[in-house]
């Protein structure tokens, strides 16, 4: 939540959304989202960090290990590592269509 309240001016450029439907859309996240304790990430932090091309990326990383799925991301410098499957937004589209 702290990256999505991070980009909020970015996400209100790029939608054309009033700022208060980004607030009502991040509410509805908060509920919808389930947060993983950090202590069930504990075990997937070291090799998170070693195949995270970014250290600002460790916990998704670790998230990504911890529950056998990919990421979601346009930085394609994550993509520099074989490890966890990473998806850009057209990919996905690419998929859905």
Known sequence: MDEIAKYQRYLLDKTRRTHGEYLQFFRLLERRLI??????LLGFLEQARLISPD?????YFACALRLGCGIWSNDAMLKNQSEVL???????LEMLD
Do not use: A, G, K, V
């Open 35 to 40: 947060f993983l304790p950090r202590e069930t």
């Open 55 to 59: 250290p600002d990326d460790i916990p």
């Open 86 to 92: 990473i998806l850009s937004t057209r990919e996905i």
